[in-house]
């Protein structure tokens, strides 16, 4: 029988994990291992209510354990699976091997109920970047399944508290037990399944989340959001806050917007603060994405009664060192162009399944799909389907994405970082790298960046029910 592409590909996609293994005479690297253990737990999501939560986690622990590397180390994590389903690990802005990504039938074989996979990679960047199953994502990160992984930067700014907070959200029946209505059309071909408790680390948003100061202290502050759907607006009251870095990249620091710092799923940002409130004082930070409602609070940034450990902040640089990216040449660089139709009120009337012209209604009702890239529409993970597109490896590529829908969509690109150029058109000033990038309805959105790394790339909106309901394509590099 003949071999087919993608067949072709997981086989060089294997090859390469193996061949990124250190050869024999190679000096060795430090390696870092963790172990995870994904099944279902019970946990107290409410330490004032002592009704208990069924989740899937890992390691017994919600969220998972954080994963904390340095640049340069090997890191080896070994998952043993105790679901009733399959699983994967996908380690979300890491540029790792292609075979080492976590995508179900376009990277590896799913990890079967009782079965385990050792995930081995070196880690080339540092920043703040989290973990999640690609298999059945729509579900299984709702349920529970993510973490934070954090590598240490070699001359990170000096701070005196480094807290990572994971913001998510979960649905909840009256008995405090998840509500099992995953995989809607009415989720997919809209905003997506949200939660109707907000959880920070795990646990109730409210005042009683703290994150507990002394006066005069620099707080690092690394927000994640893992929700499945939900955005972000994040307020932090009485505090002026500079953002360092966007999805694990250093930026240069800029003040915080003033009306909140927008999250979409899969994003990340990192804040250094100084505290420079009297002791004893506590403070809000509130989650402000929907005005018309009222502002929910996430936690307080809370003064201890000690005297200030300094009357005036440190003066020492905030800037987050950056990782050596491979930067695009605009000059010499191909363009390419992404449009994304459809959803509930959206077109195209006609998309393409298999290859095979339908109507948006019969996609919908018949193959449970409400998106199309390209006039694509694919189920997850684009089994059946060719790549959105072809690119040889070292290739400078400008990636036009035109949004013709009526909705947001966080797009996040494996294996590379891109700058974002342009928003409509208007050059954007900071040019930050990100692997995650909000495209707002009805607008137009310019990245760019080198294909340098081998394999096939999934390619896919953050909002998972999105990406089942058929924004999810991959791009092929080779």
Known sequence: MPIHRREFLQSAAALGAALALPAAAAPARKESRYELIPSEFKVQLDPANPQRSTVWSYNEQFPG????FRRGERAHIAVQNRLAQDTTVHWHGLRVPNGMDGVPG????????????????????????WYHPHQASFEQVP????????????????????????????????????????GRILDLANDGRRGNQLLVNGLAAGPDRRIDVRAGERLRLRLINAAS????????EGHAASIVAWDGQGVTPHAAPTDGIVLGPGMRVDLIIDCMQRPGARFEIREAGR??????????????????LRSAPLTTSIAVPPNALPEPDLDKASDHYIMFQGGMRGS??????????SRIQDIMAKQGLAWTMNYNAQHEHALMHEPLLNLSRGEHVILHMVNETDFVHPMHLHG???????????????REWRDTVIMAPRSSLDVAFVAENPGEWMYHCHILDHAAGGMMGTIVVE
Do not use: C
């Open 229 to 236: 759907a939900r955005f972000f607006r994040v307020v932090l």
């Open 291 to 308: 005005p018309k409602l009222s502002t929910m609070v996430l936690g307080v940034i809370a003064y201890s009664t000690q005297a200030p």
């Open 143 to 182: 349920r529970g399944l993510y973490g934070a992984l954090i590598v240490e930067e070699d001359k990170p700014p000096k701070v005196d508290r480094d807290e990572v907070w994971l913001l998510s959200d979960i649905r909840l029946d009256e008995q405090r037990q998840q509500v099992e209505d995953f």
């Open 106 to 129: 376009v990277t590896q074989l799913p990890i079967a109920s009782g079965g385990r996979f050792d995930y081995r990679f070196d880690i080339k960047d540092s920043g703040t970047f």
């Open 416 to 430: 590379h970082f891109f700058r974002v150029l342009a928003v409509n058109g208007a050059a954007n000033a900071l």
């Open 348 to 357: 195209p009337t006609i998309g393409l399944i298999d290859g095979k012209p």
């Open 65 to 68: 354990p954080l994963l904390r």
